[in-house]
Every structure is written in structure tokens, then in C-alpha cells.
């Protein structure tokens, strides 16, 4: 069983929608969340991070942590076609363990 | 500006011929690791280094070696490159292990 998963997509939504990515994760004393973004070919690059139970939100941006469902989330409102890209969930346990990527599809 | 790079950014090579792919970075961080991303299998770490003179295996540590004589430098050597080691690799370095880390641009290596 893989430690982190994420639905590897493709998630379509329309121009101005809100797109919803989930990431489980399987090792219950996880202590950090990370949500990183990546265009094709490029490096990933840290969108949100998030530590507690709840909301945090970052402009256009809300990650949502529940540890209890071991279940951590990412809100994007407005979606824009630049939001476009492959969107990482990792999990610290010791090392950063990243699960697969869910790719996400902003049409115009 | 704080930076991670890596070199080269391309390289195709031949089974056998041993390779090193650079990593250097200029912000003072202690961490660093390397990880390698193929397609459906996501981003998976190489390995990692708390500080100099401690490196440490991640998942997938097997036909690479690393060394890090320097605070700022995390090399990853390929002995004898095989195909399957055909992938993009990424470099990245953060102030400690429990803080995000930030990325080089990648290296993506093709072995025949």
C-alpha cells in the first residue's frame, strides 16, 4: 500500500470553478502537510503547507486537514487555466514522502 | 538568489559510463536529497543528507552513491548507469528536515 495517494486525474474543471484535489495518507503520526505544484518539465514548487486539524487558507488557495480520516485536501476557488498542472501531496514522517500527483485541467 | 542548481540539465549516456550529476546550493541549508520522478510513480527520494559527512538512504538508493564534503554541495554519482535509471532527477535542499524543501530544475538523464 502506498503511504501517500492521490486520484492521478485527469481532473477537468471549467474557467472560474472551485477544483477540489484529495491526498490520503496511510502513517498516522504524519506531522507536516505539503502541497506542491508542477508544470510539465519544471521543478515542483511549494503552494501550501499546513501542520493542524482545520483550514488554512492562502489566496485563491484553501488546504484542509482532517488527521483523524488521515485525509488532507486542496480548495483551489476561481480556477484559472494557469492553475493548470500536476499537483503533489507530500507527507513528512521522518523523510517527505510524496504520493503520484492528481493532474489538473483548467478549461477555458 | 537563493537558488538550487543542478548540471547538467540533459544528458544521454550509455550503459556502463559512469556519470555524476551536480547539486549546489547557496541558502546555508543542512538538509538535502535527491529524488528521481517517473511517470505514475511520482516523485521517490534517492537520498539524503542531514548535514556534511551524513548521508543516509531514501527508497530508492540502489546504483547511485552520493557524497557531501560541503555544506553546499550534494552530488549524485550514477557508477554504472543502467536503463533503467532513465528518469528526470531532482535536487532539493530546505534549512531542516521538518521545513518544505525547495527544488533545482531537474536533470533528465537517458541511458541507452
Known amino acids: 500500500q502506498k503511504e501517500v495517494e492521490q486520484n492521478s486525474g485527469p481532473l477537468s474543471v471549467p474557467e472560474g470553478a472551485i477544483a477540489s484535489l484529495n491526498c490520503t495518507y496511510s502513517?498516522?503520526?504524519?506531522?507536516?502537510f505539503f502541497w506542491y505544484r508542477q508544470y510539465s518539465g519544471k521543478s515542483p514548487e511549494l503552494i501550501m503547507s499546513i501542520y493542524s486539524n482545520g483550514d488554512k487558507e492562502d489566496g485563491r488557495f484553501t488546504a484542509q486537514l482532517n488527521k483523524a480520516s488521515q485525509y488532507v485536501s486542496l480548495l483551489i476557488r476561481d480556477s484559472q487555466p494557469s492553475d493548470s498542472a500536476t499537483y503533489l501531496c507530500?507527507?513528512?514522517?521522518?523523510?517527505?514522502?510524496f504520493g503520484g500527483g492528481t493532474r489538473l485541467m483548467v478549461k477555458p | 538568489e537563493a537558488q538550487v542548481t543542478q548540471n547538467p540539465r540533459y544528458l544521454i549516456t550509455v550503459t556502463g559510463k559512469k556519470l555524476t550529476v551536480t547539486c549546489s546550493q547557496n541558502m546555508n541549508h543542512e538538509y538535502m536529497s535527491w529524488y528521481r520522478q517517473d511517470p505514475g510513480l511520482g516523485l521517490r527520494q534517492i537520498y539524503y543528507s542531514m548535514n556534511v559527512e551524513v548521508t543516509d538512504k531514501g527508497d530508492v538508493p540502489e546504483g547511485y552513491k552520493v557524497s557531501r564534503k560541503e555544506k553546499r554541495n550534494f552530488p549524485l554519482i550514477l557508477e554504472s548507469p543502467s536503463p533503467n535509471q532513465t528518469s528526470l532527477y531532482f535536487c532539493?535542499?530546505?534549512?531542516?528536515?521538518?521545513?518544505?524543501?525547495?527544488f533545482g530544475p531537474g536533470t533528465r538523464l537517458l541511458v541507452l
Open positions: 532539493a535542499s530546505s534549512p531542516g528536515t521538518a521545513e518544505t524543501q525547495y
Open positions: 502513517d498516522r503520526v504524519s506531522q507536516s
Open positions: 507530500a507527507v513528512r514522517v521522518g523523510m517527505l514522502t
